[in-house]
């Protein structure tokens, strides 16, 4: 079994062992440890990602959960934020690097409710998206450099502002879930000017 998993997938192999030499500055003491089976099975997930060559599956809470969700721990605006966070949660797509990702700095169940926020424009302006009531704090990365793990090498941006999300339907559970993060749109910035009588007035 080892064998067959070094000589057909060697990327997968290496990049789980870049995840076990990470810088120890940038790991978290953790005390929820996982089992065992825990483990195997998030393997056995990650090498069925990598063998498929079909349509992506739908994503699951659990998934979305794992790779969008963030902890308090690094500084949100830490320069390597993205290279690491996307290392250590395996943000990938069929070994190849994603052009751009966001973490978001809040529980899985607030991000849930946005589904059924009313509907906003996209950042592409085509399809719609649920934003967010309050304002979130996250990062969004940006691919500067390859494009095959495990040489994926981000720019991150911190930012505050309103999620933008997809949703989609799971018939295992009945309910809408996230589907992709779309945007995190920062909220304008009022400016004050001087009206007739000599007063600042801050526009609605």
């Avoid at 979305?64 to 969700?69: A, G, Q």
């Avoid at 070994?95 to 899985?108: D, G, I, N, S």
């Avoid at 399809?127 to 500067?144: A, D, I, M, P």
């Avoid at 309103?162 to 920062?186: F, G, R, S």
Wanted: aromatic share 10%.
């Amino acid at each position: 079994m080892m064998r067959t998993l070094i000589t057909t997938h060697p990327l997968l192999l290496l990049l789980l062992l870049q995840q076990l030499l990470q810088p120890v500055q940038f790991q978290e003491v953790d005390t929820d440890f996982d089992s065992p089976e825990d483990k195997m099975e998030e393997f056995r997930e990650y090498l069925e990602e990598f063998r498929r060559t079909g349509p992506t599956r739908p994503p699951t809470k659990e998934k979305v959960e794992r790779r969008v969700i963030i902890e308090p721990g690094m500084p949100l605006y830490h320069r390597d934020y993205c290279n690491e966070e996307i290392m250590r949660k395996n943000v990938y797509h069929k070994q190849r690097c994603v052009t751009e990702h966001y973490f978001l700095l809040m529980q899985y169940d607030e991000l849930e409710k946005i589904c059924y926020n009313r509907f906003v424009p996209c950042k592409n302006g085509v399809r719609k998206c649920n934003r967010s009531k309050g304002l979130v704090e996250g990062v969004y990365c940006n691919l500067t450099e390859a494009f095959k793990i495990p040489r994926c090498k981000y720019k991150s941006f911190y930012r505050r502002g309103y999620v933008l999300i997809t949703c989609a339907w799971q018939n295992e559970i009945h309910k809408l879930i996230p589907h992709t993060i779309n945007d995190l749109v920062e909220p304008p910035k009022h400016r004050s000017f001087l009206n007739e009588d000599g007063v600042f007035v801050i526009p609605p």
